[in-house]
């Protein structure tokens, strides 16, 4: 789970080098690597309430997978048993996002069931939503995202010492204003010649609002929602936890936090192979 805010890297991996050089270090390969892992049910069978939740998520997939629209599922008002009984079933999937708002926060993990997410929204310190939702990321985030804060503006004065952050920053700041669904593009920052001093002025001009994303698996994505509409910091490290992978996508919400349509077929499929173990 996502409990606070990364910051943007700007130092990439160091170069791996040549086969012949006596003091040759390569980077570390990946030591660990998380794997599903179904839970035990055999003392959840008599958890009726608990069985009818994930009855409906088997449904909600189903007609993600058909394209219709997301399906809610409120946890409020269940009891504590029933609520740890979801909990042990659905675990704790790769994508987590931690989002702020003065007064409030959205914390929303996926579970392994991809396309299954559960969402808590606190107000004022005090949880006043909780529930689950299937669909390809949850709605809320979309609502967040198009509403956090006053966007950044393009500076006018720039310091002597940058070389193609300028040039850049026009480019990015066009494109987020003339963003339209269907157009989303990447721009690989690992490809450009930007120095040091290109990489600081970027960050401080795009700005961060209250939304990250990390997703785990081989290595880890993190995804921070620039103070741009549209515009995203997407991060790529490896398993020692080097930034190997550096973009920013204009788009609404970066395709790695979706959920495919062929997720929802899967997830729909292996809840159904533990409800029928658990109705056994």
Same mark, same amino acid.
């Given at each position: 789970?996502?409990?606070?805010?990364?910051?943007?890297?700007?130092?990439?991996?160091?170069?791996?080098?040549?086969?012949?050089?006596?003091?040759?270090?390569?980077?570390?390969?990946?030591?660990?690597? @998380?794997?599903?892992?179904?839970?035990?049910?055999?003392?959840?069978?008599?958890?009726?309430?608990?069985?009818?939740?994930?009855?409906?998520?088997?449904?909600?997939?189903?007609?993600?997978?058909?394209?219709?629209?997301?399906?809610?599922?409120?946890?409020?008002?269940?009891?504590?048993?029933?609520?740890?009984?979801?909990?042990?079933?659905?675990?704790?999937?790769?994508?987590?996002?931690?989002?702020?708002?003065?007064?409030?926060?959205?914390?929303?993990?996926?579970?392994?069931?991809?396309?299954?997410?559960?969402?808590?929204?606190?107000?004022?310190?005090?949880?006043?939503?909780?529930?689950?939702?299937?669909?390809?990321?949850?709605?809320?985030?979309?609502?967040?995202?198009?509403?956090?804060?006053?966007?950044?503006?393009?500076?006018?004065?720039?310091?002597?010492?940058?070389?193609?952050?300028?040039?850049?920053?026009?480019?990015?700041?066009?494109?987020?204003?003339?963003?339209?669904?269907?157009?989303?593009?990447?721009?690989?920052?690992?490809?450009?010649?930007?120095?040091?001093?290109?990489?600081?002025?970027?960050?401080?001009?795009?700005?961060?609002?209250?939304?990250?994303?990390?997703?785990?698996?081989?290595?880890?994505?993190?995804? @921070?929602?620039?103070?741009?509409?549209?515009?995203?910091?997407?991060?790529?490290?490896?398993?020692?936890?080097?930034?190997?992978?550096?973009?920013?996508?204009?788009?609404?919400?970066?395709?790695?936090?979706?959920?495919?349509?062929?997720?929802?077929?899967?997830?729909?499929?292996?809840?159904?192979?533990?409800?029928?173990?658990?109705?056994?």
């Amino acid at each position: 789970m996502l409990d606070n805010h990364p910051p943007i890297a700007v130092k990439p991996a160091d170069p791996v080098r040549p086969f012949d050089d006596p003091e040759c270090v390569y980077v570390a390969l990946p030591e660990a690597m @998380r794997t599903f892992a179904p839970p035990s049910v055999r003392d959840w069978r008599q958890n009726p309430e608990g069985k009818a939740i994930l009855s409906q998520l088997v449904v909600g997939l189903e007609s993600s997978h058909q394209g219709k629209e997301s399906t809610t599922v409120s946890l409020s008002g269940h009891e504590p048993d029933t609520c740890q009984f979801i909990e042990q079933i659905l675990g704790e999937g790769e994508i987590s996002i931690l989002a702020d708002k003065p007064r409030e926060r959205l914390t929303i993990c996926e579970a392994v069931f991809a396309g299954v997410w559960r969402v808590k929204h606190y107000q004022n310190g005090y949880l006043a939503q909780s529930y689950l939702e299937t669909g390809p990321f949850p709605a809320i985030l979309a609502e967040w995202s198009a509403t956090q804060g006053s966007p950044a503006s393009l500076p006018t004065v720039f310091p002597d010492n940058l070389m193609n952050a300028p040039a850049l920053l026009y480019e990015i700041f066009t494109k987020s204003k003339d963003f339209a669904y269907g157009c989303e593009e990447a721009i690989n920052l690992n490809l450009l010649p930007l120095t040091s001093e290109d990489m600081l002025f970027l960050v401080e001009c795009l700005g961060l609002s209250g939304i990250s994303i990390l997703s785990k698996g081989y290595g880890d994505c993190r995804i @921070r929602r620039t103070r741009l509409p549209n515009v995203w910091w997407v991060q790529y490290f490896n398993s020692p936890g080097q930034l190997i992978l550096n973009t920013l996508e204009i788009t609404a919400l970066p395709k790695v936090v979706m959920a495919a349509p062929e997720d929802f077929e899967d997830s729909a499929s292996r809840l159904g192979e533990v409800l029928a173990e658990l109705e056994a």
